[in-house]
Structures are given as structure tokens and as C-alpha cells.
């Protein structure tokens, strides 16, 4: 599988962004994809992840830091996740990592066994 991120941009306190993320190649139908962020200086966490399971309805998974501003989707026809990210704040600035995995649950690193690079958001206070 692979992933290939985009959206990443310099946005003002307040204001929004939609990061994308497409996946490619081999895909099942138990599967998770997902958002991580680092900031600088600090460790990479979990933000957001979708999760399914062949014709089960999508189950979202969020940080609490992120919960009520943040939304994850998904596209099934073009194979792509979205994180649209609102009422950014300026402690959201980091590098937004996507990723994925064939396994249901889980919001570590160690969860995930597939990375795009990384796009950077910058929210400027």
C-alpha cells in the first residue's frame, strides 16, 4: 500500500484545512487509515483514524486535543481518507503524517504498518 498526503499549508488562527490522503495498491477489507502529527520538538501522535471492516459502517476515532474540530472521511471510490481540520489553533503546527493497516484497532505508531510523508500545517496565531 501506499499513501501519498497532501493539503498541508500556512492557515490563520480560527481557519481551516483539508489534508488528503490517497492510498494505492493492495487493499482489504478489515482496515484502518489514519492521521498522526509531530510538532517540533515533540513526539509523533495520533490525531484522527477511520476504521472499517468489510461492509460495517466506518467507526471514527479521535484525539481528545482534536475532538468536535477536527473530521476524518472517507472517499471509497477514490480510495482516499480527508481530515478536515477547523477552528485550528496555533498549537496544531506540525507535520501531519497518514497512515494505514490491515488490523481494526489500535491509535499507536506500532498500530500502523504503512506511512506517506509528511505535510506540514502551520497555524500562525
Known amino acids: 500500500v501506499q499513501l501519498q498526503a497532501s493539503g498541508g499549508g500556512l492557515v490563520q488562527a480560527g481557519g481551516s484545512l483539508r489534508l488528503s490522503c490517497a492510498a494505492s495498491?493492495?487493499?482489504?477489507?478489515?482496515?484502518?487509515m489514519g492521521w498522526f502529527r509531530q510538532a517540533p520538538g515533540k513526539e509523533r501522535e495520533f490525531v484522527a483514524a477511520?476504521?472499517?471492516?468489510?461492509?460495517?459502517?466506518?467507526?471514527?476515532d479521535y484525539a481528545d486535543s482534536v475532538k468536535g474540530r477536527f473530521t476524518i472521511s472517507r472517499d471509497s471510490v477514490k480510495n482516499t481518507v480527508y481530515l478536515q481540520m477547523d477552528s485550528l489553533k496555533p498549537e496544531d503546527t506540525a507535520v501531519y503524517y497518514c497512515?494505514?493497516?490491515?488490523?481494526?484497532?489500535?491509535?499507536?505508531?506500532?498500530?500502523?504498518?504503512?506511512w506517506g510523508q509528511g505535510t506540514l500545517v502551520t497555524v500562525s496565531s
Open positions: 495498491g493492495r487493499t482489504f477489507g478489515s482496515y484502518k
Open positions: 477511520l476504521r472499517w471492516s468489510g461492509g460495517s459502517p466506518y467507526y471514527a
Open positions: 497512515a494505514a493497516d490491515r488490523s481494526y484497532s489500535g491509535r499507536f505508531l506500532s498500530d500502523f504498518g504503512y
